[in-house]
């Protein structure tokens, strides 16, 4: 799979699993771009890192991590960008088929929800799978037609 970069942010409440996060996706040899936040302890709020990550996409080599406690308030934030398809996953298998069947662009997840085995299976199996097309690429046709942002 071709990236040229990897944008990464989360909340206050995912700032370790980010972390842990970017460790991985550079040992992978990834080129991260990690736009926050830089602390655990300052409660901020996750739709303006939603925001920050989907506003800086802007080819289909460029791919995202989002992280707050659920993942849910932060990947709903991402969707609302049209060229974001935002994936939040609980798993590797989920992260897969987000990957092989939609195509999606950001790998988002809950820190309070998965642990950090989880985290790394995720991460790994997320930017080595490819998008395969075929009777999945007109469904990936239309989410892009919505138009949001």
Request: overall charge neutral; glycine content about 8%.
């Amino acid at each position: 799979m071709n990236i040229s970069k990897v944008y990464i942010a989360s909340d206050h409440a995912g700032y370790e699993a980010k972390m842990q996060t970017k460790n991985i996706l550079e040992s992978m040899g990834l080129s991260v771009v990690d736009l926050g936040t830089n602390s655990a302890s300052i409660s901020v709020d996750y739709p303006d890192f939603a925001t920050l990550v989907a506003s800086s996409i802007k080819s289909s080599d460029e791919f995202g991590v989002l992280i707050c406690g659920s993942g849910i308030g932060i990947s709903i934030a991402a969707n609302r960008f049209s060229h974001i398809r935002c994936a939040l996953s609980h798993n590797a298998t989920v992260a897969r088929l987000s990957r092989e069947h939609n195509d999606a662009n950001v790998l988002c997840f809950g820190a309070r929800v998965v642990g950090s085995d989880v985290i790394k299976d995720m991460v790994e199996v997320f930017f080595a799978t490819e998008f395969i097309g075929g009777r999945h690429q007109r469904r990936v046709e239309k989410l892009g037609a919505c138009q949001c942002f």
